[in-house]
């Protein structure tokens, strides 16, 4: 049995997991015995009932004093000031634990929707004293101490007491001040060695390179309440069209709209913070009328090249664009812009940094410790251990943080393909494990992606949770309570490829392909679908989209400006990348901001081509959000029907988009006797550089078609083909309808035409 030296060198050494048992003031009959633990002091002295005693350094654990006040059995204990070096403080190992029963009950089990309010570190009042209280999940750990800036980052002044549960606690009276830097440092058990880490709770982190912990607290006060009681109603049937942004490389502080270069001779960082981001990208995007601006992953990330993919710290914002209450007030900008705010969010791994939370305390705490289950060898990173019920709760508890703390509006879950497929990236049977029926179907993700929608919809009504999901898994979209995994929205991969790939090829072989602009209405109402042309489009030698596009120069445009209506046109939400609208020439590099001087730039002909497909995104925007034929039924049958989808000869398309009674079948698109009594939008689009005059459309009603829309318009930088304005219907059967328009068709275009009065 151990004696009381060995305990508290145990202590000393961070090997010991209840220092309070040993520290602080402990009674013996008719004595108090105080223990303090100052490996570096010079005097120690304890202060009580307004006496000061001087306390000796004990010669068998010369790292603590001790004081023995000889006081009556029944004298009130009372609080006491630790004196040390002539500095008076509370002692850390009077208090008893911060945390209670119910909430390590809850920790343990995995149902802790708060947990970010529990564990970190956290300014508090505690037994009348302000401080601050520092808790870890750390169940594998000899022994655990707080180490930081206010004390000199030592590991033996401030070892940490287990608790159940392998929650480990401190109070440290006096402690709180905003910006105080902190890590645990960790005593793990097969190497016998410290481990320094970063806490995964903070909410606050420094500036890579470096990664200790911050102490952070909130001051902001939110000015949204009309947009956040607009959010939790239904948002069925409304318009979504996401700008998606990457904070750092959107626009450098000494770049002006107009293309002005960024400075490369300042030390400091170019990028814009938070708070200049909130009036000028804010205002952008709200002029570009898109309804969301998503931002790729802000949640700490120590290496700029993962773009945030490979997150350090899932509870802090970067540090890199300011403090997490600028971020709040950007949010807060936005919603009184009217601009919704997505974040991108990855649940699916985390790098191996030793700072961060990859064996965490020595064991495969949030991973998997067999490789073939717990790391990406292709990414180089852990899989998180979704069998883990604290593990999920991270995952769960922090989607809800981001949700709560910061207003985001939803999130756009990274990789979901990874985390289905237990053989995800393997190129062998033996680099991973089947699941308990020999599958190949990760049963534990798929849990876990449920309970995240559900805990998401039930606690945080109306924000969106979006699926980067590559595959064809099915009901990604569909209700948990009907087998599915219950996102709201899924990004639609194969529409993408096929999309891109078509308007890659030469005209001429269009008629050989014309599946690739029209299959996607095969299986657009099997999920509920975003197209994206997002920024994995745009990197790694993909080329920017203009590049993508196949021709010359104004082909390029021209096709580029068709393929922006026929999205906007087609079934889905709107997801599209930052310079995309003014057509960036270069591929994206998150080192440089985008090519704004493009935007004033003339083309040869003097032609102001890229602010001309910027104005176009405007009107689309505009369009798709007054019309409600072009998004109030853009995941459901009834809200589509082709007018000519075979007309692979001459690479044209013809469809109609409605905007059905609440009568109207859900399940079938209408048929032609019904529809002139829909309001709807025609849409047409001719995909080869020919012009195309007398071409007949057959439509639901009689009367003046108006063009309300024509990608080969003078504003957008076409060459000024049209319909005058719009056309007036001939009783010609055409299409299976009675009416029908004859139609000129600028080359590489799309048109959009509003029908007449019913």
Known sequence: MATEPEHLRAVAETRFGDPHRWLGRHREDATLVFRVLAPHAEAVAIRWDGVTRTAARREDVPEVFQLRWETPSDAAPGAYLVVIDGEATRDPYAFSPTLGAVDLHLIGEGTHRELDRVLGAHPRTHQSVAGLAFTVWAPEAVGVSVTGDFNDWRTDRHPMRRLDGGVWELFIPGLGAEGTRYKYAIR?????????????????????????????????????????????????????????????????????????????????????????????????????????????????????????????????????????????????????????????????????????????????????????????????????????????????????????????DGLRCDAVASMLYLDYGADDPGQWVPNAAGGRENLEAIAFLRRLNDEVHAQCPGALVIAEESTSWPGVTQSTRTGGLGFDLKWNMGWMHDTLRYFGLDPIHRAYHHHLVTFGLWYAYRERFMLPLSHDEVVHLKGALLDKMSGDVWQRFANLRALYAHMWAHPGAKLLFMGGEFGQWREWCEARALDWALVESKEEDGVFRHRGLQTLIRDLNRLYRARRSLHAADHEPRGFRWIDANDHEKSVVAYLRFEPRPETPRGRPPEPDGAADLAHTVVVGNFTPVPRHDHRVGVPRSGYYREILNTDALVYGGSGLGNLGGRTTEAIPAHGFSHSLRLSLPPLSVLYLAPPSP
Not at 277 to 292: K, M, P
Not at 295 to 310: A, K, N, R
């Open 188 to 408: 793990v058990r097969d190497e016998d060695q410290i481990v320094y880490k970063a806490d995964p709770f903070s909410r606050g982190m420094e500036l890579r390179p470096h990664t200790a912990s911050v102490v952070v607290t909130s001051r902001h006060v939110w000015n949204d309440h009309a947009w956040m009681a607009h959010r939790r109603r239904p948002s069925r049937g409304v318009p979504v069209s996401v700008y998606e942004v990457h904070l750092g490389s959107w626009r450098h502080r000494d770049d002006t709209m107009s293309g002005a270069p960024s400075s490369s001779a300042s030390s400091s960082p170019p990028w814009l913070g938070y708070r200049a981001l909130a009036h000028d990208l804010v205002d952008y995007v709200v002029d570009l009328g898109f309804t969301h601006v998503e931002l790729m992953p802000i949640l700490e990330h120590p290496f700029d090249g993962s773009w945030g993919y490979q997150v350090g710290s899932y509870f802090a914002p970067t540090r890199r664009y300011g403090s997490p209450d600028d971020l709040r007030y950007f949010v807060d900008r936005c919603h009184q812009q009217g601009l919704g705010v997505l974040l991108d969010w990855v649940p699916a791994h985390f790098p191996k940094d030793a700072f961060a939370l990859g064996r965490f305390d020595g064991s495969a705490l949030y991973e998997h410790l067999d490789p073939r289950q717990g790391e990406h060898r292709q990414w180089g990173t852990y899989v998180f251990n979704y069998g883990r019920a604290q593990v999920t709760n991270f995952l769960v508890a922090n989607a809800l943080y981001w949700l709560r703390e910061f207003h985001f």
